[in-house]
């Protein structure tokens, strides 16, 4: 019954592979995000979907691309990993945007 | 212009003690503000959120107090307990949804420690 759910949990991959982070929200939820979060707990918003189109695109590498199959699933690409992405990665969704947001457990990416 | 300063960036308070946490903004289209909780391995709860027509909210243990002409909120915790040591963020955003501006914008966080 976990309301966003993302997989997986733990990600360890080489330097220059593709990897991608699945998320999925249960709530019904109009709105989904991807936030970063740095080794010193900084949140920082990546991208978020609303009714399957993109409205904000923060300042980040093109080697990251949201997919928005449907309503509950935003997933996150992310082409040609760097050290610098290793962080934890969070989905969240919320019904209006920047209302409630409901966050998933995170993944854990370290780039090796 | 879309910053949230948060302070201190770490906090240990004795249990039973009153923890307080404190955000400035410098956006004054900010209108609304959120505090969420973050426990080890897990991912940011919403606490508690005021909008700036009122200048305090009260949920339980939790409090906002709301500043508009200083652009300060503080979250106070009445009677803290060692179960709520975890790292607490503010955020501000525009509300309802305002194109680019409407991001929720965190705080780099406080680590709050609760000694028993």
């Known amino acids: 019954d976990t309301a966003v759910s993302q997989t997986p949990k733990y990600l360890v991959t080489q330097m220059g592979n593709d990897k991608s982070i699945k998320c999925e929200q249960n709530?019904?939820?109009?709105?989904m995000y991807w936030y970063k979060q740095d080794s010193k707990k900084f949140l920082k918003i990546m991208f978020s979907?609303?009714?399957?189109?993109?409205?904000i695109n923060e300042t980040v590498p093109n080697r990251f691309s949201p997919k928005s199959p449907d309503k509950a699933h935003l997933n996150l690409h992310i082409n040609s990993l760097e050290l610098g992405d290793s962080a934890v990665y969070f989905c969240?969704?919320?019904?209006?945007?920047?209302?409630?947001?409901?966050f998933g457990q995170g993944t854990r990416l370290t780039v090796v | 212009q879309q910053q949230v300063k948060q302070s201190p960036q770490s906090l240990i308070v004795q249990k039973g003690g009153i923890s307080i946490i404190n955000c400035a903004y410098e956006?004054?289209?900010?209108?609304?503000f959120p505090w969420y909780q973050q426990f080890p391995g897990k991912g940011p709860a919403l606490l508690i959120a005021?909008?700036?027509?009122?200048s305090e909210k009260k949920e339980g243990r939790f409090t906002i107090s709301f500043n508009k002409s200083a652009k300060q909120f503080s979250l106070h915790i009445m009677d803290s307990q060692p179960g709520d040591s975890a790292t607490y963020f503010c955020?501000?955003?525009?509300?309802?949804?305002?194109?680019?501006?409407?991001?929720?914008?965190f705080g780099k966080g406080t680590k709050l420690s609760v000694k028993p």
């Open positions: 969240a969704s919320s019904q209006v945007m920047n209302t409630e947001a409901f």
């Open positions: 709530l019904g939820h109009d709105t």
């Open positions: 955020a501000a955003s525009i509300y309802p949804p305002g194109g680019s501006q409407g991001n929720l914008i």
């Open positions: 005021i909008r700036p027509d009122v």
């Open positions: 979907y609303n009714n399957k189109e993109l409205i």
């Open positions: 956006n004054t289209a900010f209108d609304y």
